[in-house]
């Protein structure tokens, strides 16, 4: 027989066990929810980024990327392979656009803009996101947004054709604002040819990274060369800015032949008539010593502050892919500084670079930041961001910008220049010869930098920048004004016919006929 006082015993132990088991579930339940927030919330991106992780790239390319736009109209797109990396990128003109979208590639990565812009392309970027902090705490990502560049087709067109596959690059930047119009390099390639995973996919990264020519390489940004005569325009501005020069067409007293400083070496000259010729005879026809010298009279901290106004020594230039450094010695005896200022010794630039100075003459001395991408957008079409239009330095004086233009108008007119002169327009520009190898034997490059305004517009059009290092041709028949003007003329006339202004001018019919 229970008795009461063992029945009310057996309750009070069962409640205390059943309330000992509740603590112990609210325990756990603790537990489990203060691990969950430290896996999904402490080291969530630790755990993101182990290489272990398959998630991260399957999430990647489950959806389509974002393009890439010219004039409005991608040149990028995405394919279904229905494979576990679902989405594949493919690229229209993919040779001609290469130099600009560069590639994105499920096995090696991106480059260029796809890298530069993968946050939008890929749909990561915070921009794209409804709230503030919205990916971080949803884990999730936005339909992948757009890029538009500033790449106008005519002239990356004209570019790419001009230089007909041989090796070399083109840049035209539109002075006044500093959007890229082309950027080319030569030979290219087909990116879409790196975007999937395999065999296929590992042949084709083998074939052209070994290929000689160097097809991925992006000689317009990534590659410098010795710039050659057409530094002479920065020396020219560094002469003028510092009073070294106060009339271009007086006598400069030069020499003919010029010692280098220090040496037994006399510097040539390939023009004639150079001999105590004016700063505009040596900039027309290209005298050597005469440029030499009024480096070595600046001197080298005056040139080391004129280059970099113009972007020399610049390691963060971005467009927004990054640039390479374009050199100009800081520390130099004055025989190397002669060589430097005419564009040889150690001196070396980017294409991009060398458009910056043509655009900076053509826009009164201010530089303005070179940009190729024009805006971003969600994927519905809504801007996400804008780039502005930005100074980059005051390069020179604007009686000086003035004074070279008139300069470089008579390079084209009746000097070196003379095959990028365009009927109905005003083109200014600078030939360069740039030796290079051991004791100068390589084959050597041809440059033209150069700028174009129709006669009745307010300011240039474009300014322009080319080399091409043409391996394939004898060396007696490569000059700047022979190989690379011919080029710089059809992409600054493409320039011209885009921008309007009754360009080209109209004939008549006895001409015509």
């Known amino acids: 027989m229970t008795l009461p006082q063992d029945l009310d015993l057996a309750r009070t132990g069962g409640s205390r066990t059943i309330r000992r088991a509740a603590a112990l579930c609210l325990v756990l339940l603790v537990a489990l929810l203060v691990n969950a927030a430290r896996v999904q919330v402490f080291q969530a991106d630790r755990l993101g980024d182990n290489a272990a992780n398959r998630r991260p790239v399957l999430a990647r390319y489950a959806e389509p990327r974002g393009n890439i736009l010219v004039a409005g109209e991608p040149v990028t797109a995405s394919k279904d392979t229905g494979q576990l990396l679902r989405y594949e990128r493919t690229y229209t003109d993919g040779p001609l656009y290469a130099p600009v979208t560069g590639y994105a590639s499920q096995t090696y990565g991106t480059t260029l803009v796809e890298n530069a812009e993968d946050g939008i392309l890929s749909g990561t970027s915070p921009l794209l996101a409804p709230l503030p902090f919205w990916n ?9 947004g757009n890029v538009v560049t500033t790449i106008e087709p005519a002239l990356q067109q004209a570019a790419y054709r001009g230089l007909a596959g041989r090796r070399g690059a083109v840049v035209a930047v539109e002075p006044s604002t500093g959007r890229v119009l082309a950027l080319v390099s030569s030979p290219s390639y087909d990116p879409g040819v790196l975007s999937g995973t395999g065999s296929e996919v590992a042949t084709a990264w083998a074939r052209l990274n070994a290929a000689p020519a160097k097809p991925m390489l ?21 002469a003028l800015d510092s009073g070294v020069v106060r009339d271009v067409d007086a006598p400069t007293g030069t020499p003919d032949p010029y010692l280098l ?12 008539g150079c001999r105590d010729a004016s700063l505009a005879y040596a900039i027309r026809w290209s005298c050597n010593t005469v440029m030499a010298d009024l480096g070595v009279k600046v001197g080298l901290a005056g040139m080391v502050d004129a280059v970099r106004r113009f972007g020399f020594n610049d390691p963060g230039l971005r467009i927004p892919s990054g640039v390479a450094r374009s050199n100009f010695d800081t520390d130099m005896t004055l025989d190397q500084l002669a060589l430097s200022a005419i564009g040889q010794y150690d001196t070396a630039a980017t294409p991009l670079q060398m458009a910056m100075v043509s655009a900076a003459v053509a ?26 239009r930005r100074a980059y330095a005051q390069a020179m004086k604007a009686s000086t910008a003035a004074q070279l233009r008139k300069l470089m108008v008579g390079v084209v007119e009746g000097g070196s220049g003379r095959n990028a002169r365009i009927e109905g327009a005003e083109v200014g520009g600078k030939t360069g010869t740039a030796q290079h190898g051991v004791g100068n034997q390589g084959t050597p490059y041809a440059w033209f930098i150069g700028w174009a305004r129709a006669r ?58």
């Open 136 to 144: 971080d705490i949803s884990r999730t990502r936005q339909p992948g």
């Open 218 to 238: 992006n000689r317009a940004i990534r590659e410098t060369y010795p710039p050659g005569s057409t530094f002479k325009i920065v020396t020219a501005a560094a």
């Open 261 to 272: 400083p220090g040496t037994r070496t006399a510097l040539p000259n390939e023009a004639t």
């Open 363 to 388: 826009n009164g001395g201010e530089l303005a930041q070179p940009h190729l991408v024009e805006s971003t957008t969600s994927a519905a079409g809504g801007v996400v961001d804008r780039t502005a």
């Open 456 to 513: 009745d517009a307010a300011r240039p059009a474009v300014a322009v920048a080319v080399v091409v290092e043409d391996t394939s041709a004898r060396r007696e028949d490569i000059s700047g004004g022979g190989s690379a003007a011919p080029i710089a003329r059809s992409v600054m006339e493409a320039a011209l016919a885009a921008e309007g202004r009754g360009w080209p001018p109209s004939r008549s019919p006895e001409r015509d006929g």
